[in-house]
């Protein structure tokens, strides 16, 4: 099963008022030279870049003027985004068709980004433009040059869209923008992503207020990134759900975000009570067989013969395997509706087998507390017991 993910996907009809930089003139070139079956991965675009270009900010720039040149917005289908695609998948599609909405253009801006070695991000929130909030999230990137953080946003430095047409035209302004300049326009979902050591909350974007206020508690952003990369991807999730949650529930994209995030929580937390599921189910079919040697041994009649704590410690290890399974099995949170049959009926065999496992030890403590004559006397014919659980 695939990861959920939750992400519209935004463009603007924007107006183009950005002029190209003469600086990049000369890397945009050698981009838009660059071979056809050079653009079939974002593999071999990230050989072609770091063949061409040795500092990370031109590397970046030939990043941004590859995305935003060569992939043209899908207006047709930016309402019928897949949530369901991979990452790989949609990246994919994009060099394929050349097409995509902002999710495929970030999702080439960034993995190019990385190949070349830039540290980078994808990031997600909602948009405004002269004063009006869009009602549809967007993503855009982060990437790391010369030790300080930049805003990518290759959609919007596309081109535009006006009525329901897309035209191509490089706009500048979002190129490398300043996360203080960007946060105008552009806020994430989770504060951390704002870049800002004294955040924005989502009233204060809505209200236009987005300059720096000191009187807020710092907040270090370039620390808590460092944790954050650290963190398991279900504390990840928490985390980021938390800040979500904290900066304030404003609208339907915020609240689908975070309702996003918690069923990915419960995503995780189902599936890794699943893979505890499965190990405990490993642990029970091995006391099932070691309890099937004791009764074909028992039912041989304790021959060949054994000592008395070989006799007792065969007995006792399938027991004390089926004790832990059963500790275990009953900690185990939700494994969900597909798998809570499952659960229950590996309950009630641990139990089963368990209780038929004792009543085996306790005929052994009474056959090793008899003399060795009436031991040959105590021997009747015992079913096996217990089927392994696939």
Same mark, same amino acid.
């Given at each position: 099963?695939?990861?959920?993910?939750?992400?519209?996907?935004?463009?603007?009809? %924007?107006?183009? $008022?950005?002029?190209?930089?003469?600086?990049?003139?000369?890397?945009?070139?050698?981009?838009?030279?660059?071979?056809?079956?050079?653009?079939?991965?974002? @593999?071999?675009?990230?050989?072609? &870049?770091?063949?061409?270009?040795?500092?990370?900010?031109?590397?970046?720039?030939?990043?941004?003027?590859?995305?935003?040149?060569?992939?043209?917005?899908?207006?047709?289908?930016?309402?019928? %985004?897949?949530?369901?695609?991979?990452?790989?998948?949609?990246?994919?599609?994009?060099?394929?068709?050349?097409?995509?909405?902002?999710?495929?253009?970030?999702?080439?801006?960034?993995?190019?980004?990385?190949?070349?070695g830039i540290q980078s991000y994808i990031i997600e929130g909602y948009t405004k433009q002269y004063g009006k909030v869009a009602n549809l999230a967007h993503a855009w990137c982060?990437?790391?040059?010369?030790?300080?953080?930049?805003?990518?946003?290759?959609?919007?430095?596309?081109?535009?869209?006006?009525?329901?047409? $897309?035209?191509?035209?490089?706009?500048?302004?979002?190129?490398?923008?300043?996360?203080?300049?960007? &946060?105008?326009?552009?806020?994430?979902?989770?504060?951390?992503?704002?870049?800002?050591?004294?955040?924005?909350?989502?009233?204060?974007?809505?209200?236009?207020?987005?300059?720096?206020?000191?009187?807020?508690?710092?907040?270090?952003?370039?620390?808590?990134?460092?944790?954050?990369?650290?963190?398991?991807?279900?504390?990840?999730?928490?985390?980021?759900?938390?800040?979500?949650?904290?900066?304030?529930? *404003?609208?339907?994209?915020?609240?689908?975000?975070?309702?996003? *995030?918690?069923?990915?929580?419960?995503?995780?937390?189902?599936?890794?009570?699943? @893979?505890?599921?499965?190990?405990? /189910?490993?642990?029970?079919?091995?006391?099932? /067989?070691?309890?099937?040697?004791? %009764?074909?041994?028992?039912?041989?009649?304790?021959?060949?013969?054994?000592?008395?704590? @070989?006799?007792?410690?065969?007995?006792?290890?399938?027991? @004390?395997?089926?004790?832990?399974?059963?500790?275990? /099995?009953?900690?185990?949170?939700? /494994?969900?509706?597909?798998?809570?049959?499952?659960?229950?009926?590996?309950?009630?065999?641990?139990?089963?087998?368990?209780?038929?496992?004792?009543?085996?030890?306790?005929?052994?403590?009474?056959?090793?507390?008899k003399s060795k004559i009436v031991r040959k006397t105590m021997f009747t014919k015992v079913s096996w017991f217990g089927v392994p659980l696939n």
């Amino acid at each position: 099963m695939k990861n959920i993910y939750i992400l519209l996907s935004l463009f603007l009809s %924007v107006l183009s $008022f950005g002029q190209v930089n003469a600086g990049y003139a000369l890397i945009d070139r050698k981009m838009a030279a660059i071979s056809t079956s050079s653009t079939n991965s974002t @593999e071999a675009i990230a050989n072609y &870049i770091n063949a061409n270009f040795k500092t990370d900010s031109d590397k970046i720039r030939a990043v941004f003027y590859w995305t935003a040149f060569n992939i043209s917005y899908d207006v047709a289908n930016m309402y019928a %985004v897949n949530f369901n695609e991979t990452s790989q998948e949609q990246i994919t599609k994009t060099l394929k068709t050349k097409k995509g909405v902002c999710i495929h253009y970030a999702e080439v801006f960034n993995d190019i980004s990385n190949k070349i070695g830039i540290q980078s991000y994808i990031i997600e929130g909602y948009t405004k433009q002269y004063g009006k909030v869009a009602n549809l999230a967007h993503a855009w990137c982060a990437a790391k040059i010369d030790n300080k953080w930049y805003l990518f946003d290759p959609t919007w430095g596309s081109g535009y869209v006006n009525n329901g047409k $897309f035209f191509k035209k490089l706009n500048e302004n979002y190129f490398k923008a300043e996360p203080t300049k960007l &946060i105008s326009s552009h806020i994430s979902f989770d504060y951390l992503w704002q870049f800002l050591n004294y955040p924005i909350t989502n009233n204060e974007f809505y209200e236009g207020t987005t300059q720096i206020n000191k009187s807020k508690k710092y907040f270090n952003f370039e620390n808590e990134i460092a944790k954050f990369n650290n963190l398991s991807e279900i504390d990840k999730l928490f985390e980021s759900a938390a800040r979500i949650e904290k900066n304030g529930v *404003k609208n339907a994209m915020i609240s689908e975000r975070l309702e996003g *995030k918690k069923k990915e929580i419960t995503y995780l937390r189902q599936n890794s009570n699943i @893979e505890k599921l499965n190990s405990i /189910v490993n642990n029970y079919n091995e006391a099932v /067989v070691l309890l099937n040697d004791f %009764v074909h041994y028992r039912n041989n009649k304790f021959k060949p013969s054994l000592s008395d704590d @070989e006799i007792s410690s065969m007995i006792q290890a399938p027991i @004390e395997k089926l004790a832990k399974c059963q500790d275990a /099995v009953y900690t185990i949170g939700s /494994v969900g509706t597909g798998n809570s049959s499952s659960l229950t009926s590996l309950k009630k065999s641990i139990n089963d087998v368990l209780a038929q496992a004792k009543e085996h030890e306790s005929f052994v403590q009474e056959y090793l507390s008899k003399s060795k004559i009436v031991r040959k006397t105590m021997f009747t014919k015992v079913s096996w017991f217990g089927v392994p659980l696939n």
